[in-house]
């Protein structure tokens, strides 16, 4: 039904879409400023995790703590060559009990005892006792032994090495964890923040017959869309540029050709927030109560969190895993953020992740198409 005009006092007048637009994208964003919730979600709580994940995993490996056997050899040759290493923090215990209970909490990694250490008539034994929290520790600690009493035998041999290593570092770019972690975050509070506002706003107005009363007003049903569409996004730019400035100017996030970097990022976010509404869409449409609404989200959002490289990467997975990985919309959204903010590549760097994403909003809209309710 074409609604396209309005009579007044016997005149034909057409209706002003443009006007009618705007009109519903203004009512729309300051309805989301309305709700303080939605700053906490959408921006404060990503500039947390953005901090707490991208400050603990810049540091070095930390040596492993290991209590030393007062009954062992702490004189000879080989105890000073593991104090000296740095592999491992030798430490001492007056109580054999708290040294096992710190043991067996994982507060330390080992324990270690060294006989024989001085008599060179004998072979030395070594005895590393841990428990099940600290066997993750138990092979790096066998190597760093194995290395000092290496050293050790070669010296007594009078060997010296037939090699030299040097060492050369050469200009590049320095990868650090927030490189890793924001782009995560960035996908991580478009992908809740965006599904939530949507879904829950169009089945608010849905079930309110806001929906309904525009539907039977001259306003085009794409401009109802539309409007409360790009309030959302907007609002979700508006979040996405403070994370990425807070990122660069506060945690040295990573944009190798400045301004461009993040001109790409934002339109890389504007096509993720375009298919992420369209979800929203669809759930808000078959939901049948606003008590389901967050299950529904929750099923489609925390596999993608887990399994999308938003916290780790996922080459951690088996193979046949990572493979579908792939097929999930935020992994390459995560994937092409990466390699925009800090390999430096191009949008069009990218076709593969924007084609996964282009076919990803083609059955999602379709599906819109389908099955969109306005009352």
């Not at 492993?64 to 000879?76: I, K």
């Not at 330390?108 to 600290?134: C, F, H, P, Q």
Request: aromatic share 12%; proline share 4%.
């Amino acid at each position: 039904m074409n609604k396209p005009q309005i009579k007044q006092s016997g005149i034909s007048m057409k209706y002003n879409q443009s006007r009618a637009l705007w009109a519903i994208t203004k009512a729309s964003f300051k309805a989301i400023f309305s709700q303080p919730s939605s700053l906490f979600f959408s921006l404060l709580f990503p500039i947390v995790f953005i901090l707490i994940f991208g400050a603990f995993t810049d540091r070095p490996a930390a040596a492993r703590t290991v209590a030393v056997d007062p009954s062992g050899d702490t004189t000879g040759v080989l105890y000073d060559s593991l104090v000296s290493s740095g592999f491992m923090k030798l430490v001492h215990y007056h109580d054999t009990a708290a040294r096992n209970e710190d043991l067996s909490k994982g507060k330390l990694d080992a324990v270690l005892l060294i006989r024989n250490a001085r008599d060179t008539g004998e072979t030395a034994r070594i005895w590393l006792k841990t428990s099940e929290v600290g066997t993750a520790a138990l092979p790096g600690l066998v190597r760093a032994i194995d290395y000092a009493a290496l050293r050790i035998q070669l010296n007594a041999a009078h060997i010296k090495k037939n090699y030299t290593i040097q060492t050369q570092i050469v200009p590049g770019k320095k990868y650090r964890s927030i490189d890793f972690v924001l782009p995560g975050q960035l996908g991580f509070s478009v992908l809740f923040s965006t599904l939530f506002g949507i879904a829950f706003v169009f089945f608010n107005l849905r079930e309110q017959l806001v929906l309904k009363r525009f539907y039977a007003s001259p306003v085009k049903k794409l401009n109802i869309l539309v409007g409360i569409g790009a309030s959302r996004l907007f609002f979700q730019l508006i979040n996405l540029v403070v994370l990425i400035l807070v990122g660069h100017f506060f945690l040295d996030f990573t944009l190798v050709h400045g301004a461009l970097t993040f001109l790409e990022m934002l339109v890389l976010s504007v096509v993720m927030l375009f298919l992420l509404m369209g979800v929203g869409l669809i759930i808000s449409s078959i939901a049948k109560n606003d008590t389901v609404i967050p299950l529904m989200i929750n099923v489609f959002g925390f596999p993608q969190i887990l399994l999308s490289g938003t916290f780790f990467p996922i080459d951690v997975f088996p193979k046949w895993m990572q493979r579908l990985c792939e097929l999930l919309p935020l992994t390459q959204f995560n994937d092409a953020m990466r390699k925009v903010s800090f390999e430096g590549l191009h949008l069009y760097d990218c076709w593969k992740e924007l084609g996964y994403l282009g076919l990803w909003i083609l059955v999602v809209y379709f599906t819109v198409s389908k099955i969109m309710r306005w009352e």
